[in-house]
């Protein structure tokens, strides 16, 4: 399966966040249902860096999960009749290995690992400066599929 890229407006018809949760500026390549790549250019003018920390500013850990899992999203969303679905996180193991920086390209690459009943089975992998800055093992769902998988309540 041939692969493309998505710029910041059309990867909004596969990703439901939205400014300033929206983490990902660019996905430089998809492959529907297997991987995703791309990145989040990251600025003095981001909102959190003022707050976390005054003298001292780098994006928050759970920022760096959520642009992992926005990358996967995009690596699942991307396949037939799957556009705009929303996810829900269902488990994430993660491991932050350096500080996040204004000034940074936040490099996100992750893939999919499996596809079963609405559950992805991922693993991402972030690189500022090429240097691990964080990594995880995700699971994400989209609710309207997995719904129809679980016993129905009486």
Known sequence: ??????????LQEYQPNRYPFLMIDHVDEVVPGKSAKGFKNLTMNEWYFPVH?????????????????????????????????????????????KE?????????ETEVLSWKRGICKGRGVAYTNGEVACEADMLITIPDILEQYLPKKA
């Open 1 to 10: 399966m041939e692969g493309f890229s998505l710029n910041c407006v059309q």
């Open 53 to 97: 920390f005054p003298g001292g500013p780098n994006m928050p850990g759970a920022l760096q999960l959520e642009a992992l899992a926005q990358m996967l999203t995009v690596a699942i969303t991307t396949q037939p009749g799957l556009k705009g679905k929303v996810t829900h996180a269902l488990q994430h193991t993660v491991r932050f290995r």
């Open 100 to 108: 996040v920086l204004p000034g940074d390209k936040f490099v996100i």
